[in-house]
């Protein structure tokens, strides 16, 4: 059965940034001119190289876009979920994660958004047939790929680029994935949303896309950022599988007889 899902007419595209005063005013451009009519949220984290003042003198010219000046660096997820909470209160249908540095390219973005139609996260996929990545070392393509294989096995997820952060979400989606309870940050922070839609039963889409590394600027990921990302994958893959154990234990499980108390669960496999 096909699910009907509401057209997609007010976009919040969330742009996080932390010392990108010399890529902000081009990603903004490319964003306006790929998609006019949404509205445009800066979310800086008190950047010390003046990104924040650039932003205020782009947000004069421009009543579409909207600058959030945040308190101190707080990381990624932070950013995007205050980003989320303003989409939701503004009432708008959809909101899109982006980088800041040009490695998500925005004329990529009215296709994310036309799968929408049919779901309610699409994900721009780089490890996907159609996705590349330009400007990659081996060794930076090999960390990626594997993180992503070892989620999607640990996890027992079919999404093949769960740490992509170039994504869109319906914001009737975000409403249902229990975002207060949302800690991770990075890649990891990618990761956990993804999970948590899968387990919304939502639908979730991947669309290829192409990856560009930046030309400006420094990367922001970390040794503490891929490290976040391994141990909470991990246990929350070793959740994932102690509770397909103990559901095909309880399935294996023969019924008691009548009259005949059912054993304590934590009595099963003990030596007699």
Same mark, same amino acid.
């Given at each position: 059965?096909?699910?009907?899902?509401?057209?997609?007419?007010?976009?919040?595209?969330?742009?996080?940034?932390? !010392?990108?005063?010399?890529?902000?005013?081009?990603?903004?451009?490319?964003?306006?001119?790929?998609?006019?009519?949404?509205?445009?949220?800066?979310?800086?984290?008190?950047?010390?190289?003046?990104?924040?003042?650039?932003?205020?003198?782009?947000?004069?010219?421009?009543?579409?876009?909207?600058?959030?000046?945040?308190?101190?660096?707080?990381?990624?997820?932070?950013?995007?979920?205050?980003?989320?909470?303003?989409?939701?209160e503004g009432g708008y249908d959809a909101a899109v994660e982006i980088d800041a540095d040009g490695s998500h390219q925005?004329?990529?973005?009215?296709?994310?958004?036309?799968?929408?139609?049919?779901?309610?996260?699409?994900?721009?996929?780089?490890?996907?047939?159609?996705?590349?990545?330009?400007?990659?070392?081996?060794?930076?393509?090999?960390?990626?790929?594997?993180?992503?294989?070892?989620?999607?096995?640990?996890?027992?997820?079919?999404?093949?680029?769960?740490?992509?952060?170039?994504?869109?979400?319906?914001?009737?989606?975000?409403?249902?994935?229990?975002?207060?309870?949302?800690?991770?940050?990075?890649?990891?922070?990618?990761?956990?949303?993804?999970?948590?839609?899968?387990?919304?039963?939502?639908?979730?889409?991947?669309?290829?896309?192409?990856?560009?590394?930046?030309?400006?600027?420094?990367?922001?990921?970390?040794?503490?950022?891929?490290?976040?990302?391994?141990? !909470?994958?991990?246990?929350?893959?070793?959740?994932?599988?102690?509770?397909?154990?103990?559901?095909?234990?309880?399935?294996?499980?023969?019924?008691?007889?009548?009259?005949?108390?059912?054993?304590?669960?934590?009595?099963?496999?003990?030596?007699?």
């Open positions: 059965m096909t699910t009907q899902r509401e057209p997609v007419a007010r976009v919040a595209v969330l742009v996080p940034t932390y !010392n990108e005063r010399d890529n902000l005013p081009l990603i903004l451009a490319r964003l306006r001119a790929s998609v006019p009519a949404a509205d445009l949220f800066v979310l800086d984290d008190n950047s010390p190289d003046g990104t924040g003042t650039v932003a205020d003198e782009l947000a004069a010219q421009d009543d579409r876009i909207r600058v959030v000046h945040r308190a101190g660096k707080e990381g990624l997820g932070r950013a995007y979920l205050a980003g989320f909470a303003l989409a939701l925005p004329e990529q973005l009215p296709q994310i958004l036309a799968a929408l139609t049919d779901a309610d996260l699409v994900i721009g996929a780089r490890w996907i047939p159609g996705g590349q990545v330009r400007n990659w070392p081996l060794r930076r393509k090999l960390l990626s790929v594997g993180a992503n294989l070892y989620t999607k096995v640990l996890l027992g997820m079919g999404v093949n680029d769960a740490t992509a952060g170039y994504r869109a979400y319906r914001t009737s989606a975000l409403r249902t994935m229990d975002l207060n309870g949302v800690e991770s940050q990075g890649y990891c922070f990618q990761i956990d949303l993804t999970l948590r839609a899968i387990r919304a039963g939502l639908t979730v889409v991947e669309v290829p896309i192409t990856f560009v590394e930046r030309e400006v600027g420094v990367s922001k990921m970390g040794q503490d950022i891929v490290r976040e990302a391994l141990l !909470n994958v991990t246990k929350w893959g070793l959740e994932h599988r102690v509770g397909q154990l103990r559901s095909a234990l309880q399935r294996k499980r023969p019924p008691a007889s009548a009259g005949e108390p059912e054993p304590d669960p934590v009595d099963l496999g003990r030596e007699p």
